[in-house]
């Protein structure tokens, strides 16, 4: 007789507030057996649990597993390996499990490498993703502020390398969301206003977190060094043209 696998939900938590989790989210982390969530391999703190332990109940268990942040593709990967086993061990008990994630499930998570290694490990396993709101819809509320309209276009990026990526989409987009902005948030800040970009930006920092705070003028990072929870909702002022040679 085979292993009958329990399932693994991928769970967005949303960007901070346990008000912004979705109806499902709450449904489904009250009838799991486990709940999975990553942590750093230099503490074992985990945001995403913080944010959803008003809707986790008492006797569910809680594993924190550890994902190094590296950019060594080998460590990295070894992680994850060994993380979707041990996941897939308690999956193989016919128990249903729940990871937790922050913002979306499917939007710059960890869940995604996670499912990605349980699929080829344990291929029967069955993954159901719960989405979540992302930090910049949730910013975009905070601030008031329309993401796209009409037939513009909005482009999510990631923010660690600066603002290179966005030099070359520039005059191709109306709008951008860089995420994970907050270490080389002088260059974004700087390629934004080289393409008179700056004045219609604004970033948000700790989003839906007791120590929230929007910075109208992007200049102010200059003298504040955001933490690690930043972001730039970003946008072309309107009736600025591109450039006459990328029309």
């Known amino acids: 007789m085979g292993t009958t696998y329990g399932t693994l939900y991928g769970i967005g938590v949303g960007p901070g507030d346990p008000d912004h989790m979705t109806l499902k989210a709450v449904k489904v982390l009250s009838s799991v057996d486990v709940i999975f969530t990553a942590s750093s391999t230099k503490n074992s703190h985990s945001l995403a649990v913080q944010i959803a332990a008003p809707h986790i109940p008492k ?33 193989a008990q016919g128990k249903n499990a729940a990871f937790l994630t922050l913002g979306d499930c499917l939007t710059y998570s960890t869940y995604g490498y996670l499912a990605r290694h ?59 969301v860089f995420l994970k902005a907050y270490r080389n948030v ?49 946008g072309r002022k309107k009736g600025l043209k591109p450039n006459a040679q990328e029309k």
């Open 59 to 91: 006797k569910t268990p809680v594993q924190k597993i550890a994902f190094p942040m590296c950019k060594d593709m080998a460590v990295l990967e070894a992680a994850w390996e060994k993380n979707a086993q041990i996941v897939a061990q308690t999956l």
């Open 118 to 176: 349980i699929r080829r490990l344990v291929p029967e396993i069955m993954l159901v993703a719960v989405p979540g709101i992302t930090s910049y819809q949730a910013a975009a509320a905070r601030t008031n502020r329309q993401l796209v309209e009409g037939e513009e276009s909005l482009v999510i990026m990631s923010g660690v390398k600066g603002g290179h990526r966005f030099r070359d989409i520039a005059n191709h987009t109306e709008n951008a």
């Open 186 to 234: 002088s260059d974004i800040c700087l390629a934004l206003s080289e393409n008179g970009w700056a004045e219609d930006s604004v970033g948000v920092v700790s989003c839906g977190l007791p120590e929230e705070r929007v910075v109208n003028d992007l200049s102010d990072f200059k003298e504040s060094q955001p933490d690690y929870w930043t972001l730039i909702l970003a």
